[in-house]
């Protein structure tokens, strides 16, 4: 069975500052790796996936994710974050041929300060 | 991203009493939706998977005598929750995947809060 690892349950940042959210997986198969944002009573928006190719990925709002797999690691990061960049960050993966189930991390709570 | 919309955005139900939420795949016509539980500062934990046409696959403890999911269209996916409790208070949220194969993404509507009293 898969398994998702957010090592930093939260992480506090300044404005304009850069972040780095952890993520790592365990999976005896391929995996699809995903990172989803959550504002306060909100559902979750897809800010970036990898599916294949490009082990660098782009996402919206500025962020982008690298997929390492020798180190099964998909962190997230932003160069420079906005107050508005406060909100829950969870990473998940999916089984590559398999459904699309999606197994979640227990997120990380990005607060960015004046 | 493809739009998804619950109904209701909160509700409030006595102990002992049933309460349906909808879940509507507003921009594609899914085949497969999910059901998703969350407990206040906590990951999202998959309940089942909704197919239409067919039973839903629910997730191991997940009761499915309790939480009864119906997809009878392929818009439309509903859970009841049965004589709730208030252990059952918590955020429901669901979600649809495009039809066939390549996407692998979830659009997830904006939940439900339910709270038991």
């Known amino acids: 069975a898969q398994s998702v690892t957010q090592l930093d349950s939260q992480v506090p940042v300044f404005e304009e500052a850069p972040v780095e959210l952890r993520c790592n997986y365990s999976?005896?198969?391929?995996?699809?790796l995903f990172w989803y944002v959550q504002y306060p009573n909100q559902g979750l928006q897809l800010l970036l996936k990898?599916?294949?190719?490009?082990?660098l990925v782009k996402g919206i709002n500025g962020f982008e994710a690298e997929f390492n797999k020798s180190q099964t690691s998909f962190h997230l990061r932003k160069p420079s974050v906005h107050i508005s960049d406060t909100a829950e960050y969870f990473c998940?993966?999916?089984?590559?041929?398999?459904?699309?189930?999606?197994?979640f991390g227990k997120g990380t709570k990005l607060t960015v300060n004046p | 991203g493809a739009v998804v919309s619950q109904h209701p955005s909160w509700v409030i139900c006595k102990s002992g009493t049933s309460v349906k939420i909808e879940c509507r795949s507003l921009?594609?016509?899914?085949?497969?939706m999910f059901w998703y539980r969350q407990f206040p500062k906590q990951s999202l934990m998959l309940m089942a998977t909704?197919?239409?046409?067919?039973?839903?696959?629910?997730e191991q403890g997940v009761e499915k005598d309790k939480f009864l999911i119906n997809h009878a269209s392929l818009t439309l996916s509903t859970l009841t929750v049965t004589s709730a409790h208030p252990e059952d208070s918590s955020f429901y949220i669901c979600?649809?995947?495009?039809?066939?194969?390549?996407?692998?993404?979830?659009?997830f509507g904006p939940g439900t809060r339910l709270t038991v009293t």
């Open positions: 998940a993966v999916s089984l590559q041929g398999g459904s699309e189930k999606l197994v």
């Open positions: 999976s005896s198969v391929s995996v699809y």
């Open positions: 990898y599916l294949s190719g490009s082990t």
């Open positions: 921009d594609f016509q899914a085949t497969t």
């Open positions: 909704s197919n239409e046409g067919s039973k839903a696959t629910y």
């Open positions: 979600s649809d995947t495009p039809p066939g194969q390549g996407s692998y993404e979830q659009y």
